[in-house]
């Protein structure tokens, strides 16, 4: 059974840095895209980046290019997401996506993970 | 950017109802769109990709159609579990993938 499972909610103050986790299971990790999307509270949902975790491949919505870093330790089949500077705009959950089977960036996702809350606040 | 819009944002229809919610893109994307379900607390999860393929587990109430820029999810007898939002999203075309801003299905 493929399972994606993220890490816990987080408080944070503005300024400070986050790294949130993704562990994937029940299938190849390094060889299937792994994303995040954004869903701010009341709001749709925004796509944020994706990695192929094999070869370190990442790329990134404009909109959030230069904001956050998509990472992934193959070794440990979890992929990560940080940010250097949090801002109350940071608030939202955050979703860990897998991409459908296929080589190309271009695909659906067929799993997510149960979401990650972040809060930040002064 | 390809930028999805979908229609109502809000549709009201009685259980046991056929329920119809639309999906267009700025450019055709044929056939490269995913239709999506959100309950409230919970994560999305894949209902049909590739504009008419339901995935794994979806019941047959459930069916999507359209080309080019149109796209359709049709919701058969509508049962009290299927009230939810409904997102649209093309992966045609990177960066970055789209979504529709979602339309909420709500008992009538």
């Known amino acids: 059974e493929v399972q994606l499972v993220q890490s816990g909610a987080e408080v944070k103050k503005p300024g400070e840095s986050l790294k949130i986790s993704c562990k994937g299971s029940g299938y190849t990790f390094p060889t299937y895209w792994i994303g995040w999307v954004r869903q701010m509270p009341g709001k749709g949902l925004e796509w944020m980046a994706i990695?192929?975790?094999?070869?370190?491949?990442?790329r990134y919505s404009p909109s959030f290019q230069g904001q956050v870093t998509i990472s992934a330790d193959k070794s440990i089949s979890t992929a990560y997401l940080q940010w250097s500077s949090l801002e109350a705009s940071d608030t939202a959950i955050y979703y860990c996506?897998?991409?459908?089977?296929?080589?190309?960036?271009?695909?659906?996702?067929?799993?997510w993970g149960q979401g990650t809350l972040v809060t930040v606040s002064s | 950017e390809i930028v999805m819009t979908q229609s109502p944002a809000t549709l009201s229809v009685s259980p046991g109802e056929r329920a119809t919610l639309s999906c267009r893109a700025s450019?055709?994307?044929?056939?490269?769109l995913a239709w999506y379900q959100q309950k409230p607390g919970q994560a999305p999860r894949l209902l049909i990709y590739g504009a008419s393929t339901r995935a794994a587990g979806i019941p047959a109430r459930f069916s999507g159609s359209g080309s080019g820029t149109e796209f359709t999810l049709t919701i058969n007898s509508l049962q009290s579990e299927d009230f939810a939002v409904y997102y649209c999203?093309?992966?045609?075309?990177?960066?970055?993938?789209?979504f529709g801003q979602g339309t909420k299905l709500e008992i009538k």
């Open positions: 996506v897998r991409r459908s089977p296929g080589t190309s960036v271009a695909g659906y996702l067929d799993y």
């Open positions: 999203q093309q992966y045609d075309y990177w960066p970055p993938y789209t």
């Open positions: 450019r055709s994307i044929s056939p490269n």
């Open positions: 990695i192929y975790p094999a070869e370190s491949d990442t």
